[in-house]
């Protein structure tokens, strides 16, 4: 057989080098090619991650055992010898960046396998890679601002299941104190983003917008390299199908963190709607979870220096110091219920009396407070008393104008009974409010939550008090309200207009420990109507204009583009078969009764909506086993259209 | 006073180990033996408002003189129990207050102490006698715990005064007398512990009638006043609502079927796809169904269905009522103002559901002028009267009061809702097995007669609460002693063993928390006794009776059914868990039973044979919910281009599998 000159570029030989030309023949296979020309490139290191690209056919050369000839490859091809893996900057959810390896050469779907390996995040399939939105935006000096990038190309890991260590974290992640870091940077949520960021973030503003973001998904049966990726480029990592499977706080740390962030961020963002009630609630879980994420000893670094006996004797020790005191705390707050009594002023707004506070010796009572003409006759019968059990506490304060009412409605069998008390001082005022509030959920001074729940007034009142002009993220104690919701909330409401309404909120969310927090704010993400749609801009056979096509877990919704109004949903379990006419770029779907749908894609392309749609079903095939593998070709035959085969 | 500590510390960690014996580590514990008597103590004080016991009937009165003894006498048992084993829980409690200087603060600690001098009436159970007398063990003990690391035993003590301050909470329990109209319009009194849940009530009642037990009977409470009706949720308490009624209440609850209580399970499509055309909701197959109600019960959060529809708003004040368009949502209703979209953001949130229920109202086309009668209401449960602070709404037909009612509580109680109903499921398959299984055979235990007698009964009447302490001395001198006295003297066997106590109620506390349910049905079979013959005659089925047991709650009472196991092997083999739980119990048939059993059997032979039949109902019920293995989701796409021909049956293995595996 004749021999040929083959040429193929070597990264590794420099930008500038001419192609190397080796002489094979056609039966010379891909493994003895790449020899050939290792061996003609005279350097020593380790090849073995290397493999052929074939640039005009945008094709990887991944088998070894073919010959060139299998893979007709003849002179005129021009190759190169590269590695397979390659760095990639990786935008996550919660808005920062690593540069890590990713593989280049296997199917997208199982790039993001690797990746979520190394982040340890179970469940990869509901993940998948984005492009950013292209920043044609007047190039202000967004340059000079650099973005924070955490750097884990260094890190491998070995193959077959990650092992963690006591602290939930990959033993991969235990070898330097810069990637422990990455890993509480990845298993934290961030606190709260300055006010300004979440403005000049681009904000979808319309249905089109929100179909934009879709058509930038990666194909996940071809490789990052067959679609243009290329080295150092930034792609996002985001959950892309909004079912999440099995998802348990145990291993889910980075996971639960993650989803999280996204979740935030579309609320923020105001991706998915909300009313105004929830925004506050989502605010308020905000707060708290920042919060407690700041406050709570993250279990999240290892102890390398455990090795020797004495260290751990003497964190034992202190562990052991920390609890007794706890106890000791928990003595005092048991056997000492706190008592509160105090002269304050009360007002019961009636039709035809004139406004006035009257003051009266207040005593709580386990959730009733009583009141007395004077301290002195506190033996005796109480003028009155009101059990606060099951009524509504609201704060009516203004920092500024020394007012610390509190508003209470307290139900009675002929309706709600608003009373106010009147506070001398922030003090007194966070002290009742507080018991007002535990009284209102039937619980009593003796409460352990009593003391937090004062803090926890004090520190909004200390929010009420910051200038509201001052952008400064979240800190200790001290946060932005207009960090925690929206922009479409800065211009609606003063921020002390806004802290109330959040307190308001939060005093339901107050004692939720931090994984409870996480997981309620993504049970009310995922209860919003708008939850987990993805949509696309399409057109229906046989009609003139463009609609919107609601892709969710379940069904798929038409929607009307200009009103934004459900036309007609249809539901998977009724689907029979769909079809892909890739040269018309047409998707045809059947559903059970003769109901035939038909449409093109218009703002993304028809490979994007089938995996969409193939993919929720491959989502649904899940079983709850924890072992279970998972399925790629399953995954692969159901999305991947006709090149997967 | 370190004496008293120690003392106090070591009586603790006697009651801790008592506690932990009778089996109750995890769940509500059962309170000590003070706490108990304190229930006893304190019943009956509270209810006067909810219903004045003067109108009770005498029969009613007896059967709820029958719950008294009963609770005496579980008190005692447990006394017994406990004093059995450990020698004195009770005693050193006098010195409970000095022991912690916090005590005092709870009025409890100084309640419980009486109940030792309460005890004297009470003391035809016999292991009381020996109360007294171990009091002066305890002091020996404390001097070696004292001797030996002081930190650790502060630490100790302050563990163990939680723990006991945490009994003494719970030793204040309040209880109701409450009268349940039935659905033929008689009624019932029965007495509810603030802890029970309205599942508990309701199995109570199962018991005391011979409903089929289906999932549809429920408890629910009218406001003739406001003219509304509302269905309690099984795991409410219903103790609390019933607080909120005021002392002149024509307010009543009611013991009946209600197809709306679990209908979102049973056709979950004409809720969550209520905007589909009649027929596809109509043609709607099961697994379809089951599909839904997965989606949207089992998923990490519930999804709410999203209603929103023109409903008519009675205007606060005005005596008009608007049209506004409004919308469910999980947090709220929300209402469209006008000329605003129905997105989101422009939405104005009508109410919550936190602080407010939602009722059916009846008849409000008379009483509010409204258009339709379909309305309903939502209102702060607290709220008897007239008010401002009561929203009042009004649909078009009866089919969208339902879509909101039920939407409603979905959004209000979530998942709770689901639980319910899987509780509800489980109950009355295992209830229609027993009735199956026993409709043939002719007779049996005693239940059955209070329950007709009761029924029988209509109106109550009778006299105003009293203490517990009480009854036995009235029902010296009224007709009724013999029944309360019959439990006392048939009950003794149990408690003088004192090992053998405990096994029945930890079965009892785990399956259902409120231990009080479960002495009630011990001392109903004595009670009944003298009039049983007669009424048993007539009286064929069985079922309530046997569903008490398959509740496993009073084991000793159906000790026979071991052997019929026997005969069905393969069906016992497939037996899901709640049977074989409720038979476990026999073990400790030995002393207790005989002398039941025996009066059984003299009535009508005891029935063998109900464990399979539990066992065949079980298998048949759930086969209706758990198959239809053709997975809802298939996509069947055989010519679909991704797909070759084996991806079919592969996505189907895949699916298969799925399902196998929930």
């Known amino acids: 057989m004749a021999a040929w000159d083959l040429s193929v570029t070597v990264e590794e030989l420099g930008p500038e080098a001419p192609p190397l030309k080796v002489s094979v023949t056609s039966d010379l296979h891909i493994g003895g090619v790449i020899l050939k020309i290792v061996e003609k490139t005279q350097i020593k290191k380790d090849w073995s991650d290397h493999a052929l690209w074939w640039e005009q056919k945008q094709q990887w050369l991944l088998r070894p055992s073919w010959t060139l000839e299998k893979y007709e490859i003849h002179a005129d091809a021009r190759l190169s010898l590269t590695p397979q893996h390659k760095p990639l900057r990786l935008g996550l959810p919660n808005g920062t960046t690593l540069r890590l390896q990713a593989c280049f050469s296997r199917p997208v779907f199982q790039t993001v396998m690797g990746v979520c390996h190394l982040l340890n995040l179970r469940h990869p399939e509901e993940l998948s890679l984005l492009r950013p939105m292209e920043v044609k935006k007047k190039k202000k000096d967004k340059e000079a601002e650099e973005e924070v990038v955490y750097d884990l190309t260094g890190l491998r890991t070995s193959s077959g299941p990650a092992h963690t260590l006591s602290n939930g974290m990959p033993m991969h992640f235990a070898d330097s104190l810069q990637t422990e870091a990455v890993y509480k940077m990845l298993s934290v949520s961030l606190p709260a983003p300055a006010p300004e960021t979440i403005t000049k973030m681009p904000r979808p503003t319309s249905l089109m917008d929100k179909a934009q973001v879709h058509s930038r998904w990666l194909d996940s049966s071809r490789s990052l390299l067959q679609q243009g990726v290329q080295e150092h480029d930034r792609l996002l990592l985001r959950f892309k199908y909004y079912c999440f499977h099995d998802l348990d706080p145990k291993y889910d740390a980075v996971r639960l963190t993650q989803l999280y962030e996204q979740a935030r961020w579309a609320i923020l963002l105001e991706d998915v709607d909300c009313t105004e009630e929830e925004m506050m609630l989502f605010a308020a879980l905000q707060y708290h979870i920042g919060k407690v994420s700041l406050s709570e000893p993250q279990p999240m670094t290892s102890c390398p220096a455990m090795d020797d006996l004495d260290s751990a004797l003497q964190c034992l020790e202190v562990k052991m110091e920390a609890e007794e005191s706890i106890t000791a705390d928990m003595l005092e707050t048991m056997t000492v219920a706190p008592e509160l009594q105090d002269y304050l002023k009360i007002f019961r707004p009636k039709r035809l009396t004139l406004k006035g506070y009257k003051q009266f010796w207040f005593a709580f009572n386990n959730t009733s407070i009583s009141y007395y003409k004077s301290k002195e006759e506190s033996l005796k019968e109480p003028i009155q008393q009101m059990n606060l059990k099951g009524c509504e506490v609201a704060p009516d304060v203004s920092v500024a104008g020394q007012k610390f009412c509190i508003r209470l409605l307290i139900p009675g069998a002929e309706g709600m009974n608003e009373v106010y008390l009147r506070c001398e001082n922030e003090l007194q005022y966070s002290r009742w409010m507080a018991a007002c509030r535990l009284a209102s959920k039937g619980k009593t001074l003796a409460d352990s939550s009593f003391s937090s729940e004062v803090q926890n007034i004090q520190s909004f009142l200390a929010m009420q008090r910051t200038n509201p002009g001052a952008n400064i993220a979240q800190t200790d104690d001290s946060i932005n309200t207009y960090s925690l919701v929206s922009p479409r909330y800065h211009k609606k409401y003063k921020a002390k207009q806004l802290t109330p309404r959040i307190l308001e909120a939060y005093q339901n969310v107050a004692q939720l420990p931090l994984t409870d927090a996480l997981l309620r704010f993504l049970q009310i993400w995922q209860g919003l109507p708008d939850f987990g749609v993805s949509y696309f801009v399409v057109r229906f056979k046989g009609c003139r204009k463009d609609e919107v096509l609601g892709v969710t877990n379940n069904r798929l919704i038409r929607i009307d583009l200009s009103i934004g109004d459900v036309v007609k949903t249809w539901r998977y379990n009724t689907m029979r078969q769909w079809n892909v006419n890739w040269d018309i770029q047409q998707m045809a779907i059947e559903f059970n009764g003769n109901v035939n749908i038909a449409f093109s894609c218009v703002t993304a392309t028809c490979k994007i909506v089938h995996e969409y749609i193939g993919g929720y079903i491959f989502m649904a095939t899940r079983t709850k086993e924890q072992a279970e593998v998972l399925n790629q070709e399953l995954f692969f035959k159901l999305t991947g259209g006709h090149e997967a085969i | ?662």
Not at chain 2, 138 to 159: F, N, R, V
Not at chain 2, 308 to 320: A, F, H, I, N, T
């Open chain 2, 1 to 662: 006073m370190d004496d008293i500590d120690a003392m106090f510390s070591d009586l603790l960690g006697e009651m801790d180990l008592l506690t932990q014996s009778l089996g109750v580590e995890t769940l509500p514990p059962e309170p000590p033996s003070s706490s108990s008597k304190e229930n006893n103590f304190s019943m009956g004080f509270a209810d006067m408002n909810v219903e004045s016991l003067n109108e009770l009937e005498e029969n009613d009165l007896d059967a709820l003189m029958a719950d008294l003894m009963a609770d005496l006498n579980d008190t005692e048992e447990k006394l017994a129990a406990e004093l059995g084993g450990q020698k004195e829980a009770e005693a050193p409690h006098p010195d409970l207050p000095p022991a912690s200087h916090g005590l005092s603060f709870y009025p409890e600690s100084s309640l419980s102490t009486p109940t030792s001098p309460e005890r004297g009436p009470n003391t035809f159970s016999a292991p009381l006698a020996d109360s007294p007398a171990p009091i002066l063990s305890p002091p020996t003990l404390p001097q070696h715990a004292k001797l030996s690391m002081e930190e650790i035993e502060a630490q100790m003590k302050a563990d163990k005064i939680k723990l006991a301050l945490e009994k003494l909470k719970e030793a204040k329990v309040k209880k109701l007398v409450v009268k349940v109209v039935m659905h033929d319009g008689s009624s019932k009194t029965l007495m509810v512990d603030e802890r029970q849940t309205v599942r508990d009530v309701l199995d109570n009642l199962f018991e005391k009638t011979h409903c089929d037990c289906n999932v549809d009977w429920s408890l629910s409470e009218t406001n003739p006043e406001l003219q509304l009706e509302r269905g309690f949720e099984d795991h409410e308490n219903l103790v609390d609502p019933l607080s909120a009624w005021t002392r002149d209440s024509e307010n009543k609850v009611l013991f009946q079927e209600r197809p709306d209580k679990y209908e979102v399970f049973k056709n979950p499509q004409n809720f969550y796809l209520w905007k589909k055309d009649k027929k596809t909701i109509k043609d709607m197959k099961d697994r379809d169904k089951e599909l839904l109600v997965e989606e949207n019960f089992c998923g990490t959060s519930i999804i709410v269905p999203d209603l929103e529809g023109v409903l008519y708003l009675r205007e606060d004040g005005k005596k008009s009522w608007k049209q506004r368009l409004f919308l469910l949502r999980a947090s709220g209703i929300y209402y469209v103002p006008k000329g605003k979209s129905k997105t989101s953001r422009d939405l104005v949130c009508f109410v919550q559901f936190d602080n407010v229920n939602v009722y059916y109202g009846k008849e409000f086309k008379n009483k509010y002028k409204a258009p339709t009668d379909f309305c309903f209401v939502l209102k702060h449960p607290q709220i008897q009267k007239e008010s401002q602070y009561i929203k009042y709404l009004c649909c078009d037909d009866a089919w969208t009061m339902n879509l909101w009612v039920t939407g409603i509580r979905i959004a209000k109680y979530g998942k709770s809702l689901y639980e319910n109903y899987k509780t509800s499921m489980k109950k009355a398959a295992i209830t229609t097995a027993w009735t199956n299984r026993t409709a043939g055979t002719t007779s049996i235990p005693s239940t059955p007669s209070p329950t007709t007698k009761a029924k029988a009964s209509g109106q109550a009447n009778g006299h105003a609460p009293q203490p517990p302490a009480e009854p036995v001395a009235k029902v010296g001198n009224a007709p009724p002693p013999p029944p309360p006295m019959l439990p006392t003297q048939i009950l003794p066997p149990p408690p003088p063993d004192p090992v053998l106590p405990p096994p029945p109620p930890p079965q009892a506390t785990k399956k259902s928390p409120p231990a009080t349910s479960v002495p009630r049905q011990l001392p109903s079979l004595p009670t009944s006794f003298p009039p049983l013959p007669t009424s048993m005659a007539n009286l064929p089925p069985p079922p309530p009776s046997l569903s008490q047991d398959d509740s496993s709650e009073s084991p000793p009472d159906f000790l026979p059914p071991p052997p019929p196991t026997l005969g069905f092997g393969p069906g016992a083999g497939s037996l899901p868990p709640p049977p074989p739980v409720s038979f476990l119990p026999p073990p400790p048939p030995d002393p207790a039973p005989p002398p039941r059993q025996s009066n059984i059997g003299a009535g009508a032979p005891p029935p063998p044979p109900p464990p399979p039949s539990a066992s065949a109902g079980l298998q048949s019920t759930p086969s209706v919910r758990r198959t239809g293995p053709p997975p809802p989701k298939r996509t069947t796409p055989p010519l679909a281009a991704p797909g070759g021909g084996d991806f079919m049956s592969e996505l189907a293995k895949a699916m298969a599998k799925k399902r196998g595996n929930q």
